[in-house]
């Protein structure tokens, strides 16, 4: 027994009192009214009924302290999980004051933490021998945010939990946005880099407008572009244009137009389209190695049981955007495909997206196309065996709607306010005293919410055992490098000129 329970409580809340000290995030059982509940510590606070806040000379305390020694209570409170023979439900009767309170077992957590369709993700902080174990099934279908501080140990996350998926020949796509993943080694699969290139034909009006930076109140220069991708469509259907460049027939289609305003003398008409033509060689010059006539469908390039990552780190994030979107649009209307109309050429399996610095692809105060579509996989990919994986080290600046839609969460060690408030906005099991505790974590540590595990938890992730870039630079060890690298140089060059000259 560490403690009793005191004053009123609640059918999810207890008060407690202790002379031995627990730990915060350490699971306790309450015996009554013939049933085992199971509780989580979520606060602990220390103190002494004649040390109060009203004494206000250090030499009284030594006085105190001497005449009392360590005469201290602990004081805390416990956020009730549920019964554990009635699988985890809500008890409908408060534990009477007095109610003795006990630590867990190893027995009764490791019966707890063991799911079906397992992933291990590490063990308890508090009890290394509990293994901590996650629900692929719930964590895919209903998606998963990883938040976190830089350098909290949230690339670490991800790797555990990509090496896990690819033991059971899953099938995710990272963005990743920093080539962290493009040479990574797993243990349990390979790697299949995707380059960051889209046949423009598959492309839909808004993505190329985007490219061809386009605004959205330039409505003039919109109508002819629109014309013109309509147009250019329409002679691709009907196969009455020889050339299989549809950027270049937009162009030639644009051309065409414009002269025939020149002949009309419409000048005005005739520089607004050659604005447009413009802005598409503009287009052209400048995402020359994302657009390529000769790719198939990126979708295509998905491989089941390996890691597959699509290599951001080579462009811009407006391009980013668009790769991001032009992917998850034609996930979704393939697999919609597939689900519905048994279609054998849509894309035939689940599929897990791990959307790395989602504060930038899905941002809070703007509202590109890739946040659009992320939402939309958020909202419905469930229905249709599309997961996500939302990455940030800047919660507050990821869009809160999207947010919310991850009925999982893994958060590992978070100080600002705003990014903890952002957080507890977007998570209903997230507690105000759960909170308080993401400051104190340590690197490696999360606190895991959501449907992927029966009750909250505070774990320690385990170590990726593969290989992965990432993480801060070794500085020292780059200067050292230079410097060496310059005297050998030099050393080299003397013996060269003292071979020559004697």
Not at 252 to 275: C, F, P, V, W, Y
């Amino acid at each position: 027994m560490i403690g009793r329970c005191i004053g009123e409580t609640s059918l999810v809340e207890v008060s407690f009192i202790s002379k031995e000290m627990p730990k915060v995030g350490e699971y306790v059982t309450l015996e009554y009214d013939g049933k085992i509940i199971l509780g989580m510590i979520e606060l602990l606070v220390r103190g002494s009924v004649s040390l109060n806040g009203e004494i206000y000379n250090p030499d009284t305390v030594a006085k105190i302290r001497q005449i009392e020694g360590d005469d201290y209570y602990i004081k805390g409170s416990i956020r009730i999980l549920g019964d554990i023979n009635d699988n985890l439900k809500i008890p409908r009767t408060p534990a009477p004051p007095g109610t003795e309170i006990k630590v867990a077992s190893d027995e009764v957590l490791n019966k707890i933490f063991k799911v079906e369709n397992s992933l291990k993700l590490g063990h308890l902080i508090n009890q290394e021998n509990v293994s901590v174990e996650v629900d692929v099934n719930k964590m895919v279908s209903r998606h998963l945010a990883i938040l976190a501080m830089t350098g909290a140990g949230k690339s670490n996350a991800v790797s555990v939990i990509i090496d896990g998926l690819l033991e059971k020949n899953g099938c995710m796509l990272i963005f990743d946005m920093h080539s962290e993943y493009v040479d990574a080694e797993f243990t349990n699969g390979s790697v299949n880099v995707i380059e960051p290139m889209i046949n423009p034909q598959n492309m839909e009006f808004s993505e190329i407008k985007k490219l061809a930076n386009i605004p959205s109140n330039a409505s003039i220069q919109e109508r002819h572009f629109r014309d013109a991708f309509k147009e250019a469509n329409k002679r691709i259907e009907q196969g009455t244009q020889e050339s299989t460049d549809f950027i270049k027939l937009i162009q030639i289609i644009l051309d065409e137009k414009r002269q025939e305003a020149e002949g009309s003398n419409d000048k005005k008409t005739a520089k607004d389209i050659m604005d447009v033509y413009n802005k598409m060689d503009d287009l052209v010059s400048k995402y020359d190695r994302l657009l390529n006539i000769y790719v198939g469908d990126i979708l295509g390039e998905i491989k089941p049981g390996v890691a597959n990552v699509l290599d951001l780190g080579q462009v811009d994030e407006n391009t980013a955007e668009v790769l991001v979107a032009h992917i998850l649009r034609r996930a979704l209307k393939s697999r919609k495909d597939f689900v519905r109309n048994n279609n054998e050429k849509a894309l035939s399996y689940p599929v897990f997206f791990v959307v790395e610095e989602a504060h930038i692809l899905a941002p809070k105060n703007r509202n590109p196309n890739s946040k659009y579509w992320i939402t939309r996989i958020a909202r419905e990919g469930r229905k249709f065996g599309l997961g996500l994986c939302l990455v940030s080290q800047s919660p507050k600046s990821v869009d809160s709607e999207t947010l919310s839609q991850a009925n999982n969460m893994i958060i590992l060690r978070l100080v600002e306010p705003q990014d903890q408030r952002h957080v507890q906005t977007a998570s209903e099991s997230l507690s105000e005293d759960l909170v308080h505790q993401l400051p104190s974590l340590n690197i490696g540590e999360a606190l895991l919410l959501g449907l992927m595990t029966k009750i909250p938890t505070l774990v320690k992730i385990d170590e990726f055992k593969g290989r992965q870039r990432g993480g801060d630079l070794d500085i020292i060890s780059e200067w050292k490098s230079q410097k060496e690298s310059k005297e050998a140089d030099k050393k080299r060059q003397l013996l060269e000129f003292e071979s020559q000259f004697g």
